[in-house]
C-alpha cells in the first residue's frame, strides 16, 4: 500500500466513516427484513415492546436501493415544534452467507453537509481573533481548539444516531437473527477481520521469504 493509499484510506476513516461496519447475519430474505423494517418504523399500539424506539419522537426513515437500504433517523425538538435534521446515514446491503442465511452488513457515514458544519463555528471565530492584538500562536491554538471542539461535537452527534440505527435494526429483526459460531481469533490459521489485511500479508510475505 502506497503512502497516499494509506493516507486516504485514513482520512475517510476520520472523516467520512463513523465507525466500523457492522454485521449482521439473518434467516429471511432481504424482501422480509425490509418489510419488517418499514412496518417497525412505524408506531403501533400492537408494537409496545418497541415503544423505546420512539422514545422524544424518534422516527426511522427507510429508502430500499439495489442491494439493500438507506437509513436516517430525526427526532422532535419540542420547544420549537419541528424535527432535527439527520446527519448520519446509514447504507445497508445483503448478501448471501451460506444456506438459507443472508449477511446484512451496516455501514454509516456522516451526511456532507453536516461534514461542512464542522467549519462553520470556528472559520467565523478565526475571522474574529485574527484581528485582536494577540500574539498568532495563541489565536492559532485557540482557532484549532475550536475546531477540535466543533468536530468532537458533530462526531458524537453523528455516533449517537449511528447507535440508535443499529438498535432499531436489531430490535426490528431480532427474531430472525442467527448465531454463526466463529473460531477464536488467537488461532494462529485465522486473521482477525479488524486488522489491515495488507499489512497482515506483507507480514506475513517477509516471514516466507526469511523462512
Known amino acids: 500500500m502506497s503512502r497516499w493509499d494509506w493516507l486516504k484510506k485514513h482520512l475517510i476513516t ?87 442465511l443472508f449477511r446484512l452488513r451496516l455501514d454509516t457515514h456522516i451526511r456532507l453537509i453536516y461534514l461542512l458544519d464542522v467549519f462553520l463555528l470556528p472559520v467565523f471565530m478565526t475571522s474574529i481573533l485574527i484581528y485582536t492584538p494577540w500574539h498568532p500562536l495563541i489565536i492559532i491554538a485557540l482557532s484549532l481548539i475550536l475546531l477540535g471542539l466543533s468536530w468532537s461535537a458533530h462526531r458524537s452527534q453523528v455516533a449517537f444516531e449511528m447507535n440508535e440505527m443499529v438498535w432499531f435494526i436489531r430490535k426490528s429483526l431480532e427474531d430472525h437473527l442467527a448465531e454463526v459460531e466463529q473460531l477464536p481469533t488467537d488461532n494462529p490459521v485465522v486473521m482477525n477481520l479488524d486488522q489491515d489485511f495488507e499489512r497482515e500479508w506483507q507480514r506475513f510475505y517477509s516471514n516466507q521469504k526469511k523462512g
Open 14 to 100: 476520520l472523516f467520512w466513516q463513523v465507525d466500523k461496519p457492522v454485521l449482521l447475519v439473518v434467516d429471511v430474505s432481504p424482501q422480509t427484513c425490509l418489510q419488517l423494517m418499514k412496518t417497525a418504523s412505524k408506531p403501533s399500539v400492537s408494537r409496545l415492546h418497541h415503544r423505546n424506539l420512539f422514545a422524544d419522537g424518534r422516527r426511522y426513515h427507510l429508502e430500499p436501493t439495489s442491494n439493500g437500504f438507506e437509513m436516517t433517523t430525526t427526532h422532535k425538538i419540542w420547544w420549537q415544534r419541528r424535527r432535527t435534521v439527520f446527519s448520519a446515514v446509514m447504507n445497508g446491503s445483503f448478501s448471501a452467507f451460506g444456506d438459507n
